[in-house]
């Protein structure tokens, strides 16, 4: 079944990957929040917004704990782990991600791009200064910057926000230089990360999609591979280790 795609792996010298919410779906981790669970009731602009945030900073701090809290009690799953052991095989490996709970680093992975920034960090709505406090997960009340005594928020990308400048860019950078590009768990529905794959495969890279679902990209790539990440993952890690092995 990979037999093309592991030739092309062992001649490749630049792979970048986008993995999106399906990836740490698999680790049981909400696509943004569970639908049938205590926050369903509220609009993503409420939870998700520096308009919502100004309008209810204790609602919106509180759901931000209650995320945080599930990101504490899960763990990477084998398709993070298998991205973060792909990097020893190329000169070059660079992975860009849409999700916010960092499990991608708890695996091991190394040269990650937070496209949307991440929920552990933290920082002042007005002057920025990064908040470095221990965030108490049970409290209620939104800590204060140390500097200006506004309030702090998450260091997510909200919606109505733009990427970090420097992070697509960069993500950018590494898709006009992959050779082989994998799209895993993402939609490729929200730009300008979306648009990722493609620009891609416009400079010529193998584009290879990884999801079990159809997508808007899923008639475009190179290879699909209908099947979730943990699966398809360590079987594509296992093959290019074994047909590496042939190569000594």
């Known amino acids: 079944m990979f037999d093309k795609l592991i030739d092309l792996m062992c001649s490749a010298d630049n792979v970048a990957v986008l993995t999106g919410a399906g990836v740490s779906a698999e680790s049981g981790i909400s696509t943004f929040r569970d639908p049938d669970g205590l926050w369903a009731k509220f609009n993503p602009a409420e939870l998700a ?9 204790e609602l919106v701090w509180e759901w931000y704990n209650f995320r945080r809290q599930v990101i504490a009690n899960t763990k990477p799953n084998a398709g993070h782990y298998a991205l973060a052991e792909l990097e ?7 992975l860009a991600t849409q999700n916010v709970d960092r499990l991608h680093h708890q695996a091991g992975s190394t040269n990650v791009l937070e496209l949307h920034g991440n929920i552990i960090e933290n920082f002042c709505v007005k002057c920025k200064t990064p908040y470095t406090d221990i965030i108490d997960l049970s409290s209620k009340s939104v800590p204060t910057c140390k500097e200006c005594g506004r309030n702090i928020r998450p260091a997510v990308v909200w919606f109505g926000e733009m990427l970090p400048r420097k992070v697509i860019e960069e993500a950018s950078y590494e898709a006009d230089a992959a050779d082989i590009y994998f799209s895993i768990g993402t939609s ?28 808007a990209i899923s008639s475009r790539v ?6 979730p990440s943990a699966v398809a993952l360590p079987k594509i890690l296992n093959t290019l280790k074994l047909k590496k092995k042939e190569y000594k």
Do not use: C, W
Not at 222 to 227: H, L, R, W
């Open 49 to 57: 917004s520096m308009q919502g945030f100004m309008s209810n900073p």
């Open 88 to 94: 020893k095989y190329f000169q070059h490996f660079s």
């Open 188 to 215: 490729a529905e929200v730009f300008p990360a979306g648009d990722l794959p493609m620009q891609a495969k416009r400079r010529g890279a193998f584009v290879v999609e990884i999801n079990p679902n159809i997508t």
């Open 222 to 227: 190179d290879m699909k591979i209908a099947e």
